[in-house]
Structure formats: structure tokens, C-alpha cells
């Protein structure tokens, strides 16, 4: 009818657009990420609190800025690399940032979001801890980033109901059949009498989930095409996400590996959500399935940081870190046991 060819039409211009976004980004020199840390952290805040503003608001929700945020574990890296040689007062300055966006972003993105670019700035800073980047007990460096995140985690929680009905819900959702646990049991029920092949048995084909075209397209599909085209989807997804993860751990520079990691675990992230969501386990709200699910500026940004990604497999091996660390210019600097604020550094 003319609302699908309407969402067709649709997402034929975003994946146009979303092109032309990966086209820009494989050509950016992603090495300014190292280069302008700092810089470009605040810089993305404020883009960040920006695009709140103009961004349509729903039930609370706001939309283009929790897509836009995808981009966060990818601006982290610049600060992680700037801080990595700084020992265990780099990992706090690292802290530090992240509480600074914490505080900025509160009002404008989701718990979900929260979530989800947290745990990948945890597993980035794992990474780099293991990596011995910061040249530090790898023991202690794990419990000085885990220790404050697990109890600051615990008490959110514990000290938030909806949070905590949330968690309860995701993992039994009958005890709130009409309230929290409607979206997992209808998903639950949907799946269980799918087939391998063709459209599912029973009552579920009675069933309409809502937002059907963006946060359950895997539900819907199993449901309508039965098992087959979600076992495609995957094997897809993981063929791709495999070859990336190669590519990236062929990386010769920590930046162009934590760049590119950084995306590939955003990617990746983004498609181990979503899918649970679907299958029922419905803990964090998904943004969206990379590439697949219908959308406009969650399409643009994904490809972008897919853009990025290729730019780095592609120039990395020039890159030399040594001369990206004495040639940037940070905000925040530590020195002889001296953190240094350089506010000459933000009119370079």
C-alpha cells in the first residue's frame, strides 16, 4: 500500500544518504581523533546538546541524539589514547571525561543509551589496560575502572524502581504480563510458534507488535518467514563482523586500533541488543539493527562509522603514534604529577 511504499521510498533515501556518509568519512583523516582530543570531545557535547534541541521528543524520548551518540565510544578513543601513557591517573582522567558527559547528557538520553555507550568505554579502557597502553598493573588498572563502575551501577539501581522493575521484568517478564512484560511475552509467544520455513502457527498471527518496521523487524520476520531469514541475518552479520575484527586486530598503531575497534564493538553492540530484544530478553531498548532495520539518522550514522573504519584499515599502517602524541595539542595534560589545563589549546 502506499505507507510501504512510502517507508520503502524512505529508506532508499537514508541508505543514499547514509552512503554518502561513508563515502566522507573513509576519506577523513581519522587520525585528528589522536591529533585534537580534547577538542573534539567538547566539541561533540556540544553538537550533541545541539541536536537535542531540534530533535522531535516522544514520551520522553529523544530521538537524533541518542543515534548521534553512537558516535561517543569512537570520540572516547581520542581521550583514551591522549591519556594512556599517564598511568593510573590517565585511567582516572579517562573517569573524569566520562563523568563530565554524564552530567552534560542526563536530561537528553536514554537510560538504553547510557547503557550501552558506557559498557563500551568499560570495554575499550579494558582493552588498553591488557594492551599494557597505559604501562600499569593490569590487575590493579581492572579494579580501579571496575570497582567505581560496579557500586556506582549497584546504587543507581538499587535507589531507582523503574530501573530495578526493568531489570526484574527482563528476566521474568509474567510478573508484569500487562505493564513491562507485555513487549517480551508477545515477542516469547511469537517465536515459540514460528516455523523454519514460512509464515508462524497459531495465535501468533493474530498478533501485531508495535513498532514493527524498527524495533522488532527480527520478531516480525521470523514470524512472517519463519527461522531461515533469521539464521541469514546472522551468519551475515557475524561473517561481517569476524572479518572486521581480523582486520582490526592487524592494526600497527593503538589509535587505529582503538578507532577501529571502537566501531566494530558499537557495531556489534548495537546487533547483540537488538536480536535479545527480539527473542524476548528485552533488558535495553535497542536503537537499531545495523544496516537492516528501518531508519533515517540511526542508517547515516552507522555508516559513517562503518566510513571511519575502512579509513583507518587503509592508512594505518603510515600512522605513527609517537608523532601524533608530540604533535597534539590537549586541553588536559599530566606531567610530572602535574595535571595541566592548556586553554591555549582550544584556539589552536
Known amino acids: 500500500g502506499t505507507d510501504m511504499e512510502y517507508m520503502i521510498g524512505k529508506s532508499i533515501f537514508y541508505s543514499i544518504l547514509g552512503i554518502g556518509a561513508m563515502i566522507m568519512a573513509y576519506n577523513l583523516d581519522y587520525t585528528i581523533i589522536g591529533k585534537n582530543p580534547n577538542i573534539l570531545f567538547f566539541g561533540f557535547l556540544v553538537i550533541v546538546l545541539g541536536v537535542s534541541i531540534i530533535s522531535p521528543h516522544y514520551q520522553g524520548r529523544v530521538f537524533y541524539s541518542n543515534f548521534v551518540l553512537l558516535l561517543y565510544p569512537t570520540v572516547f578513543t581520542g581521550i583514551i589514547y591522549s591519556m594512556r601513557n599517564n598511568g593510573y591517573v590517565g585511567i582516572i582522567l579517562c573517569g573524569a571525561f566520562m563523568a563530565i558527559s554524564y552530567i552534560v547528557l542526563l536530561p537528553f538520553a536514554l537510560y538504553s543509551t547510557y547503557v550501552l555507550y558506557s559498557l563500551l568505554c568499560l570495554i575499550l579502557l579494558t582493552i588498553s589496560i591488557l594492551k599494557g597502553w597505559f604501562n600499569i598493573s593490569k590487575i590493579k588498572g581492572m579494579l580501579l575502572i571496575y570497582v567505581p563502575s560496579i557500586t556506582a551501577v549497584s546504587l543507581v539501581i538499587f535507589n531507582n524502581y523503574f530501573l530495578m522493575k526493568r531489570l526484574i521484568n527482563a528476566f521474568n517478564p509474567n510478573l508484569d504480563p500487562r505493564g513491562d512484560g507485555w513487549m517480551s511475552i508477545m515477542s516469547r509467544e511469537i517465536i515459540r510458534n514460528a516455523r523454519f520455513i514460512g509464515e508462524g502457527l497459531g495465535s501468533s498471527s493474530g498478533y501485531m507488535m508495535p513498532a514493527i518496521h524498527t524495533d522488532f523487524s527480527i520478531t516480525y520476520l521470523i514470524h512472517k518467514l519463519g527461522w531461515i531469514s533469521f539464521i541469514i541475518i546472522v551468519a551475515i552479520l557475524t561473517l561481517l563482523i569476524v572479518k572486521s575484527l581480523k582486520l582490526c586486530l592487524r592494526q ?34 535497542p536503537l537499531t539493527l545495523p544496516l537492516i532495520s528501518y531508519g533515517g539518522v540511526g542508517t547515516i550514522i552507522n555508516m559513517f562509522l562503518i566510513g571511519i ?15 601524533l602524541t608530540s604533535s597534539g ?20
Request: aromatic share 14%; charged share 15%; net charge positive.
Open 329 to 348: 595539542k590537549r586541553f588536559f595534560n599530566y606531567t610530572d604529577g602535574k595535571i595541566i589545563i592548556d586553554f591555549k589549546s582550544l584556539n589552536s
Open 309 to 323: 573504519m575502512l579509513s583507518v584499515f587503509k592508512w594505518d599502517n603510515l600512522i605513527n603514534d609517537n608523532v
Open 252 to 285: 600497527s598503531s593503538v589509535l587505529g586500533s582503538l578507532v577501529s575497534i571502537s566501531v566494530l564493538l558499537t557495531f556489534s553492540m548495537q546487533v547483540i541488543i537488538y536480536i535479545a530484544y527480539n527473542l524476548g530478553f528485552q533488558l535495553i531498548a
